[in-house]
């Protein structure tokens, strides 16, 4: 089955500047590629996603690259704020399906 | 909408004991996904329904573990007899039909989580 891999585990940066977090994926029938935040005690929201056909997709601060060959896939946080701080979990899926998450990356914005 | 809609949010109960985790997904929404998440193994997909169907539930750990969709309503994970390593946050979620984008393929819509079952086994 799938194995997701993410890195780091945890994740400190001074307000205002970028935060990266990487994660691997190991079946290359996977295409579908979602980031969900999930803030202490709360649920995991969806904060940005890309498929396949794509390498790249931005959304205000936060975008995404995908390197199919590989495998591997990369959140980017810019001008970090202090509520940006939550987990960050990447998953890998085929055809949206199946999600396999990977461990999480615990993100502290220095005010 | 209220969202998916879990209970109960807490669970204390003893070794042994049955264990029933409930919940309504987003009305219209055709998938359903129970998910475990503990510090130790991250968030875990057990099983995950299409139209409630079960499609897939290779991620249940062992046979004490049970889910079942009677309707498009709602879905239960039952645990019996539960064991103290069954201690976790469980959450489901639910996901709109996927649809299709023109030319550029199918829309994989996004799941919507329910706010968890935080289950402790004594």
């Known amino acids: 089955g799938e194995n997701v891999e993410q890195h780091p585990s945890t994740l400190s940066v001074q307000e205002g500047d970028s935060a990266v977090i990487k994660c691997t994926y190991s079946d290359s029938a996977s295409n579908y590629f979602p980031w969900y935040k999930q803030e202490l005690g709360k649920r995991p929201q969806l904060i940005i996603d890309i498929r396949s056909n794509v390498g790249e997709k931005k959304d205000q601060r936060i975008a995404v690259t995908l390197n199919k060959t590989a495998k591997h896939f990369s959140l980017h946080i810019t001008e970090t704020q202090p509520e940006d701080s939550a987990v960050y979990f990447c998953?890998?899926?085929?055809?949206?399906?199946?999600?396999?998450f990977g461990t999480g990356t615990s993100l502290t914005v220095i005010p | 909408d209220a969202g998916v809609i879990q209970s109960p949010r807490h669970e204390v109960t003893e070794m042994g004991q049955e264990v029933t985790l409930r919940c309504k997904p987003i009305s219209g929404h055709n998938s359903l996904f129970w998910y475990r998440q503990t510090m130790m193994r991250g968030l875990e997909l057990l099983i995950y329904?299409?139209?409630?169907?079960?499609?897939?539930d290779s991620g249940m750990p062992e046979d004490r573990f049970s889910a079942k969709m009677p309707n498009a309503s709602f879905s239960t994970l039952k645990i019996q007899p539960s064991e103290p390593r069954d201690s976790a946050v469980y959450f489901c979620a639910s996901r709109p039909r996927t649809g299709r984008e023109g030319a550029g393929g199918p829309v994989y819509n996004e799941q919507f989580f329910g706010p968890g079952t935080r289950l402790t086994v004594l």
């Open positions: 329904f299409n139209n409630n169907v079960p499609i897939d």
């Open positions: 998953a890998a899926s085929i055809n949206g399906n199946q999600f396999y």
